[in-house]
């Protein structure tokens, strides 16, 4: 069965930094693109990173772009996000999701985490 | 940066038909997909590339594109469906692009 658990949210003040971790269970990252998904409380969805099956590249929302990195462990099968710089729009439930594709012009997410909570706050 | 527009909210009555609308730009060149979302829980895969259902999905669900529309449509409300639902495509100059979301209630 295929299985996405995320960890490491919590509480922090506005300038600190957390990583979130997302292990995978039943297919292997390196195979697929990769994203993290965020909700603020009571609002939508909003795309925050990816990183591509073939190369890991890195894509980042303009809003950010040079306070978080995406990365993977493929021996441990697993997803990172590393949140640096966080403001308190930062906060919301992050969840990661498995890319999967058609012809490598069409996109969605399937299937995603159970989310981790992300507050910023003083 | 492209835009997907959804209504706050869609009212069906139990049993009855629901229509979930996500109005785009030139959707004839883009695929759209329809995530459910129950009240404190992950969102699940409902409908792909604009008309397939995903594994597990009833056949309550379906899906279609009609240009610059993409419609979500629920036959046969059940309790059960009450839901945020969310429409999503892929845009090379803007990523994933979701829209704001139509909480579906069931009367």
């Known amino acids: 069965e295929v299985q996405l658990l995320e960890s490491g949210g919590g509480l922090v003040q506005p300038g600190g930094s957390l990583r979130l971790s997302c292990a995978a269970s039943?297919?292997?990252?390196?195979?697929?693109?990769m994203s993290w998904v965020r909700q603020a409380p009571g609002k939508g969805l909003e795309w925050v990173s990816a990183?591509?099956?073939?190369?890991?590249?890195?894509y980042y929302v303009d809003s950010v772009k040079g306070r978080f990195t995406i990365s993977r462990d493929i021996s441990n099968n697993t997803l990172y996000l590393q949140m640096d710089g966080l403001r308190v729009e930062d906060t919301a439930v992050y969840y990661c999701?498995?890319?999967?594709?058609?012809?490598?012009?069409?996109?969605?997410?399937?299937?995603w985490g159970q989310g981790t909570r992300v507050t910023v706050s003083s | 940066s492209y835009e997907l527009t959804q209504p706050l909210s869609v009212s069906v009555a139990l049993g009855q038909t629901a229509r979930i609308t996500c109005a785009g730009n030139?959707?004839?060149?883009?695929?759209v997909h329809w995530y459910q979302q129950k009240s404190g829980q992950a969102p699940v895969l409902v409908i792909y590339?604009?008309?397939d259902r995903a594994s597990g999905i009833p056949e309550r669900f379906s899906g279609s594109n009609s240009g610059n529309t993409a419609t979500l449509t629920l036959s046969g409300a059940q309790d059960g469906d009450e839901a945020d639902y969310y429409c999503?495509?892929?845009?090379?100059?803007?990523?994933?692009?979701f829209g704001g979301g139509t909480r579906l209630t069931v009367l």
């Open positions: 999701a498995r890319e999967k594709t058609w012809s490598d012009v069409v996109y969605w997410l399937d299937p």
């Open positions: 039943g297919f292997t990252i390196s195979t697929y693109g």
């Open positions: 990183i591509s099956d073939r190369g890991g590249r890195t």
């Open positions: 030139n959707f004839r060149s883009k695929s």
């Open positions: 590339r604009d008309s």
């Open positions: 999503q495509v892929w845009d090379k100059n803007s990523d994933w692009v």
